[in-house]
Structure formats: structure tokens, C-alpha cells
Nanobody
Framework: QVQLVESGGGLVQPGGSLRLSCAAS????????MRWYRQAPGKERELVAH????????NYADSVKGRFTISRDNAKNTVYLQMNNLKPEDTAVYYCVALQGSLGYWGQGTQVTVSS
């Protein structure tokens, strides 16, 4: 069982930045692939970013490439999502997900609102 707690969301103006954090309770955190998803009202859930267990490889949705960066610190059991040049369309609840084989664990989500 893995517990994930996201933090760092909030209200930011267009063009601003936020860094989301996700702290995991897993003993073997370094064995988990980590992802960030988001879901905006009335829209389907979207995979935003993916990072391998070692952090050696990352992937991003086309909508955030060049603006968002996913990273992890396995010593701190934490994964991050640095979000720069935020746009109103980035407004959503952001979820941290831990994957290991067929198992997946979700955090409770953190709200990001981009508005002037």
C-alpha cells in the first residue's frame, strides 16, 4: 500500500509558475514509476508527465512540453512537477500516481487555477 500526498497547488496568474510536490509513504519508492495526471471540469483525465523509477527517462503530453518538468528525489520519496508559463487551460486538479506492475496508487489531488 502506498499513500501519496500532493501539495503546492494554488491560484496563479497566466505566465506564472508553480511547483507541485508529491510525498510517498512507500518503503520502496525508487521501484515505482511516477506520473502526474490532471482533470479539468467537464474534461477527461489527461496524462501530463511520466518519469521512470530511476528518473532516467521522462515523457510529457504535447500540451505541456517545454513548460513542465517532472523530477524525483528517491532519497526523499518525493516527485515534483515544475510548471512554468502557466496558461488558463492548465487549470485542473492535478493527481500524483505511483505505478508498479499492475498496481496503481493515486493521491487525493491538488487544485491548480490559472487566472488573472
Amino acid at each position: 500500500q502506498v499513500q501519496l500526498v500532493e501539495s503546492g497547488g494554488g491560484l496563479v496568474q497566466p505566465g506564472g509558475s508553480l511547483r507541485l510536490s508529491c510525498a510517498a509513504s512507500a518503503v520502496s519508492f525508487s521501484s515505482y514509476v511516477m506520473r502526474w495526471y490532471r482533470q479539468a471540469p467537464g474534461k477527461e483525465r489527461e496524462l501530463v508527465a511520466h518519469i521512470t523509477s530511476t528518473g532516467g527517462s521522462t515523457n510529457y503530453a504535447d500540451s505541456v512540453k517545454g513548460r513542465f518538468t517532472i523530477s524525483r528525489d528517491n532519497a526523499k520519496n518525493t516527485v515534483y512537477l515544475q510548471m512554468n508559463n502557466l496558461k488558463p487551460e492548465d487549470t485542473a486538479v492535478y493527481y500524483c500516481v505511483a505505478l508498479q506492475g499492475s498496481l496503481g496508487y493515486w493521491g487525493q489531488g491538488t487544485q491548480v487555477t490559472v487566472s488573472s
